[in-house]
C-alpha cells in the first residue's frame, strides 16, 4: 500500500460544486500539507498542518479550507470551485523531526473545473 | 523574489551524456537544506537527492549528484550517462530552518523539463 494516498485522483466538476480532495497517510507523520501544480509554475503551498489542532496558512490559501480530522487524515475543500481552480493537488507528509525535511508526495488528485 | 531559480525551462540531451540542471536559490537563513524532484509523465513526485546547508562534500545518489556551491547560493543537479527513463520534469526544492523547528514546507522552483534523445 503507498504512503500516502489521495481521492479522488481525478475528478471534472462545474463552476460553484463544492469539492473535496482527501488524503491519508500509513506513515504515522505529523506533518501533512496540500500543495498545487500549475503548468509553468512549479507546486504551490495552500495550506500544511502539524498536528490536529495546528493548521497554517500556506502561499495560496485563498478559496480553499483545509480539515485534519486526525493525524493520518488531511483534507482539502474548494467551497465554490471556479475554472482557475484547475489544476493537480499533490497532499504530502513529513517526519518533522531533526532529518533532511523530505516531503512523501501523494500520486495527485487531478481537478478540473468546467 | 524568487526564491529558487530554474532557469532553464526545457533541455535536449543524448543518452549516454551527462546532464547540468541549474538551481540557485535565496535565503538569509543559515540552516536550509535542499532537495531535487523527478516528477516523469505519470505524474507522481519522486525524491531524488538531498543537501543541506551545513554538508561539507556535495550529495550524491548513484547517478545523480549535487554540485553545491554555497557562496554563490546554487544547487545543481548533474545527471551522469543519461537514459531514456531520465526523460520527465525536474523540481528543486528548499526547507529553511531545521525541519524541527517549524518548518514550513518547502518551496519550489519552477521545473525544468529534460528530454533525453536516443
Known amino acids: 500500500d503507498a504512503d500516502v494516498t489521495q481521492t479522488p485522483r481525478n475528478r471534472i466538476t462545474k463552476t460553484g460544486k463544492r469539492i473535496m480532495l482527501e488524503c491519508s497517510q500509513t506513515k504515522g507523520h505529523d506533518r501533512m500539507y496540500w500543495y498545487r501544480q500549475d503548468p509553468g509554475l512549479g507546486l504551490r503551498l495552500i495550506y500544511y498542518s502539524f498536528d490536529v489542532k495546528d493548521i497554517n496558512k500556506g502561499e495560496i490559501s485563498d478559496g480553499y479550507s483545509v480539515s485534519r480530522q486526525a493525524q493520518a487524515k488531511f483534507s482539502l475543500s474548494l467551497e465554490s470551485a471556479i475554472p482557475n481552480q484547475t489544476a493537480l493537488y499533490f497532499c504530502?507528509?513529513?517526519?518533522?523531526?531533526?532529518?533532511?525535511?523530505?516531503?512523501?508526495f501523494g500520486e495527485g488528485s487531478r481537478l478540473t473545473v468546467l | 523574489a524568487q526564491k529558487i531559480t530554474q532557469t532553464q525551462p526545457g533541455m535536449f540531451v543524448q543518452e549516454k551524456e551527462a546532464v547540468t540542471l541549474d538551481c540557485t536559490y535565496d535565503t538569509s537563513d543559515p540552516s536550509y537544506g535542499l532537495f531535487w524532484y523527478k516528477q516523469p509523465s505519470s505524474g507522481e513526485m519522486i525524491f531524488l537527492i538531498y543537501?543541506?546547508?551545513?554538508?561539507?562534500q556535495n550529495a550524491t545518489e548513484g547517478r545523480y549528484s549535487l554540485n553545491f556551491q554555497k557562496a554563490r547560493k546554487s544547487a545543481n543537479l548533474v545527471i551522469s550517462a543519461s537514459q531514456l527513463g531520465d526523460s520527465a520534469m525536474y523540481f528543486c526544492?528548499?526547507?529553511?530552518?531545521?525541519?524541527?523547528?517549524?518548518?514550513?514546507?518547502?518551496?519550489f522552483g519552477k521545473g525544468t523539463h529534460l528530454i533525453i534523445q536516443p
Open positions: 543537501q543541506g546547508s551545513y554538508d561539507q
Open positions: 526544492a528548499m526547507r529553511e530552518g531545521w525541519s524541527g523547528g517549524g518548518a514550513d514546507g518547502l518551496t
Open positions: 504530502a507528509i513529513s517526519s518533522g523531526s531533526m532529518n533532511t525535511g523530505e516531503l512523501f
